[in-house]
């Protein structure tokens, strides 16, 4: 069974706008952590946010921020006022971090490619 | 500060050549080592992952072979490389900070098998 949905293939945004990159998990693990990485079209894999399955509190760096709904077992990407360099594929990944990962190996969706018009 | 190196940055090789590709990582000691690969238009698929010198564990049989010789080195292999082993090859580690781990990457190898 696929652990990480993201459904949407690919997504507009208009510069200075802020968009939501959708993503669903699946685990039974009571203790996971949940990424998202931004890789540009030169290959390299940023990370970008972390949020940790027991946080009380949705992540925020700078203009990202997750929106963690655990009932819904969802974590959706929310970038503020986007700009030409959001560009990018975005990839949304789990860690379990109890008995059913492998030594904290991250498990990835198929990602979204994010275009940003001007 | 850690970083993590990746060689070469990309290769050209024919069906049935072999492969050695090389990730080192500088600035932290005994970390836990990863390769990844994506295929075109694919999310990242875990091939390897290595929890210390000698200790290397497969995720994916494959004709892939991988090798901890040093304590931040980490090496991806193939005897005979096959077609569908062309592919962007990231090397990664974790770093672990109070309560989260973040999961770092190379700049990666792409591969192109002919």
């Known amino acids: 069974a696929q652990k990480i949905t993201q459904t949407q293939p690919g997504m507009f945004v208009q510069e200075k706008e802020a968009v939501t990159l959708d993503c669903t998990y699946d685990?039974?693990?009571?203790?996971?952590?949940l990424f998202w990485y931004k890789q540009p079209s030169s290959g390299e894999m940023i990370f970008l946010i972390y949020q940790g399955s027991y946080d009380q509190q949705n992540a925020t760096e700078g203009r990202y921020s997750l929106n963690f709904q655990k009932a819904r077992k969802s974590a959706n990407l929310v970038i503020s006022a986007s700009q030409l360099g959001d560009s990018a594929m975005y990839f949304c990944a789990m860690r379990e971090t109890g008995y059913g990962g492998s030594q904290g190996n991250l498990i990835f969706g198929k990602g979204t490619k994010l275009s940003v018009k001007p | 500060s850690q970083t993590i190196h990746q060689w070469p940055a990309t290769l050209v090789q024919p069906v049935g050549s072999p492969l050695s590709l090389e990730c080192t990582v500088e600035?932290?000691?005994?970390?836990?080592l990863y390769w990844y690969r994506q295929a075109a238009g694919r999310g990242l698929q875990l091939l390897f992952y290595?929890?210390?010198?000698?200790?290397i564990s497969s995720e994916v049989p494959q004709n892939l072979s991988a090798s901890r010789p040093q304590d931040r080195q980490f090496i991806l292999s193939s005897k005979k490389l096959l077609l569908s082993d062309s592919g962007f090859y990231l090397c990664?580690?974790?770093?672990?900070?109070?309560?989260?781990?973040?999961?770092?990457f190379g700049p990666g190898t792409r591969l192109t098998v002919t």
């Open positions: 685990t039974s693990d009571p203790s996971y952590g």
């Open positions: 600035g932290t000691s005994n970390p836990n």
């Open positions: 990664a580690w974790i770093f672990y900070s109070g309560g989260s781990a973040e999961q770092y």
């Open positions: 290595s929890v210390g010198i000698g200790q």
